[in-house]
């Protein structure tokens, strides 16, 4: 037999089954549109993300045919000369460049490898400048492991010798220096070249520092800028960036 | 308000979202027959026989969540139950489900005109015939005439109208009341329902479990909804109109015990009059007399225009070939027209008990549980035998059910066709073995 504490709850549940009914059905009216607002949304952003992150990558993949085209210039020009040592030492540089390889999926490297991949761009100019070229790159220990967009270095030291070191005559002068202030991450590349005429900071090819103003706007917005600052002494580029590390790799050296 | 295609017709312009979804399956099956029978179970099979009807209802509607889950994967785009069953049986088996699903529907309709009748006499007194001419007369146009945007348009004052009479009704009752009261009236009038472990109550359980299964897993208008809704919210539309449908029965059920508390009952009818002198309060009156037109006619006109698109759609089309929509659309028109007329005459002329009328249609929808979860969960189309073994487990069972109770005739008829299919699975087995083996040199 029932009991009537029993029978009391059974009342009760038939008395709040219809008003937690109804409070369930109001909820989702007036929620389900915004619940399905809040996923397309979603889903919106995460194609917008893979478009750019192709984009990304189409503007990285640009990059390296051009970065080759100049190298190969280079060693061209030592063989027109006759340099048969700088040529020799030219092509084993080459080749440890070109056994370097990015990883092309990966939109931000550490600088240190960015750093070891432009080493060997400047070893071949080394060779072609001798003792006039004198580099001086300063990277602080801690910024090794900090994440940059690929051949963001790369692309400024080339720009370099081609637009200003080239045409200089007598000692050329290659500053690079990366520095930390306010978790962003700057880069300054400071030559002692001439710009001359040129007043478009982008190259011939429509790469060069066009593709990185791009992919920094496509990775960090506006968080990231880049300044070119051109005079008779000189051209000075400034790039920063959000400090970014790789968590994976914090994560082993802990 | 008139549909421009036969597709929107049955479909309406959009598919639905969730929420639409629930107030649409709602409007379906919160029934004449939630109002009286649920109270009427509990009335023999005691408080708990309620809520175990409750529950019948809502677990059903619930698994069906996952038999609409694996159709719409197999079977994403379709008007009717009648498309999947011509995609899925050799057309034998089609056609002995299709005449099922015809009769099965006919039925729910001679029911909902049943409960009709019954408020209708309850209501007025003028003539039967009258009050129920003018419920058939507004369910023919508003779903027959109006199709699926129009039911819609409905459905929503009248699952708010069934609401406002569930949650306001027996909390004014209870609240002026109190429990003690009506615990003792129960206890003195009517002990028996205070009787947990009444012998038949599980056997009304198991055999309820096996018609509400079949019922809802065999429901015309279910399996419409089931195309309409977004394929992704198939299942949580389902299974939450299964959570809120348990809310009506039990409301109802207490709105009953607030009836008998004070004495004795002839029988459900004589608890609807009760009903009507406990409610002195013009506004809870006229909420619970909307509150019942509202659970008939909805699921009236949700069967009525259910039906016609089957026998437009299935029956009708493979016969005649090349009609344009506006032709369908008549024919929809004038078949509601026919078969509300049918009801109608048969509601006139006949008044059964409405549970007996339920469990009488038990035995076929007992029948029909196994085949239908077997041609939804197989793949590729199915063999003519599933759909017979339901027609024979029907056939036997009828033979049988006088001379057992109504459960067992039940419990038989689920069991008959589930044997019969087992049988014929395992020697389809045996022969396919055997035909291997003989091929092989």
Redesign the interface.
């Known amino acids: ?2 009991s ?1 504490e029993g ?2 709850l ?2 009760m ?3 709040l ?6 409070i ?2 109001l909820f ?2 007036i929620f ?2 915004r619940i ?1 607002l809040l996923e397309n949304k979603n889903k919106e952003i995460r194609l917008e993300q893979a478009l750019q992150e192709a984009q990304y990558n189409k503007l990285n993949q640009q990059i390296q045919p051009h970065f080759l085209f100049n190298t190969l210039n280079v060693i061209l020009g030592l063989a027109r000369l006759n340099r048969t040592a700088e040529l020799i030492r030219a092509l084993e540089a080459f080749s440890q460049f070109l056994k370097f390889k990015y990883k092309a999926s990966e939109p931000l490297i550490p600088l240190s490898q960015e750093i070891q991949y432009t080493q060997h761009y400047l070893d071949i100019q080394t060779l072609r400048f001798g003792d006039r070229l004198k580099i001086d790159m300063e990277c602080p220990e801690p910024l090794s492991t900090a994440l940059v967009p690929p051949f963001i270095l790369q692309t400024l030291v080339e720009n370099s010798f081609k637009h200003g070191l080239e045409k200089k005559v007598g000692e050329a002068l290659l500053h690079i220096r990366f520095y930390l202030e306010s978790q962003m991450v700057y880069l300054e590349v400071a030559d002692n070249g001439l710009m001359g005429n040129e007043s478009s900071v982008t190259d011939d090819g429509g790469h060069g520092l066009d593709n990185i103003q791009k992919r920094l706007y496509l990775y960090f917005n506006d968080r990231a800028q880049l300044h070119i600052a051109s005079n008779e002494s000189g051209t000075k580029v400034e790039v920063s960036w959000p400090l970014v590390f790789d968590r994976k790799m914090e994560e082993a050296e802990e | 308000m008139r549909s421009r295609t036969f597709q929107e017709y049955v479909q309406g312009p959009i598919q639905i979202g969730m929420g639409l979804g629930i107030i649409s399956l709602l409007a379906r099956w919160v029934t004449g027959t939630t109002i009286l029978s649920s109270p009427e179970s509990m009335v023999k099979y005691g408080v708990f026989g309620g809520i175990g009807y409750a529950l019948m209802g809502a677990i059903a509607l619930f698994m069906f969540s996952f038999i609409g889950k694996r159709v719409r994967q197999d079977f994403p785009e379709g008007l009717t139950i009648g498309d999947y069953l011509k995609a899925r049986l050799h057309p034998l088996g089609y056609w002995i489900l299709i005449v099922i699903l015809v009769i099965t529907s006919l039925h729910i309709l001679f029911i909902q005109g049943m409960a009709a009748s019954t408020l209708c006499q309850f209501l007025f007194d003028t003539p039967l015939y009258v009050g129920l001419f003018f419920f058939f007369a507004f369910c023919i146009l508003y779903a027959g005439f109006g199709g699926l945007k129009l039911i819609h348009g409905f459905a929503a004052f009248q699952v708010i109208s069934m609401f406002a009479a569930v949650i306001l009704i027996p909390l004014y009752f209870f609240v002026k009341e109190g429990i003690q009261p009506v615990y003792d009236g129960i206890r003195l009038y009517h002990p028996y329902m205070l009787v947990i472990n009444k012998y038949d109550l599980w056997s009304f359980l198991f055999a309820g479990l096996l018609v509400g299964f079949g019922q809802f897993f065999f429901d015309l208008t279910s399996w419409q909804r089931l195309f309409m809704i977004e394929m992704k919210k198939v299942r949580l539309t389902f299974s939450l109109s299964g959570l809120i449908w348990i809310i009506f029965p039990l409301s109802f059920s207490s709105l009953f015990i607030m009836v008998i508390f004070t004495g004795g009952f002839t029988d459900i009818h004589s608890i609807l009059a009760g009903l009507a002198n406990k409610i002195t309060t013009p506004f809870f009156f006229i909420l619970f007399v909307l509150c019942a037109i509202s659970a008939i006619t909805s699921t009236f006109g949700a069967c009525l225009h259910s039906l016609v698109s089957l026998i437009v759609a299935n029956i009708l089309e493979p016969l005649q070939t090349k009609k344009s929509d506006q032709q369908k659309i008549r024919m929809a028109c004038l078949l509601s027209i026919c078969i509300g007329g049918l009801v109608f005459v048969a509601t006139l002329f006949y008044s059964p008990n409405l549970l007996e009328l339920l469990f009488y249609s038990g035995n076929i929808y007992s029948a029909l549980l196994a085949p239908i979860l077997v041609i939804v969960f197989s793949k590729g189309k199915v063999a003519d035998y599933i759909p017979i073994s339901a027609v024979l487990a029907i056939v036997a069972s009828y033979i049988i059910q006088p001379h057992v109770s109504e459960f067992q005739s039940i419990w038989f008829s689920g069991l008959a066709s589930l044997t019969i299919l087992v049988i014929c699975t395992i020697l389809t087995l045996i022969k396919n073995k055997w035909r291997i083996l003989k091929t092989k040199p």
């Open positions: 037999m029932l009537y029978f009391t059974i009342i549940l038939f008395i089954a219809p008003i937690m009914g109804a369930a059905l989702l009216f389900e549109k399905d």
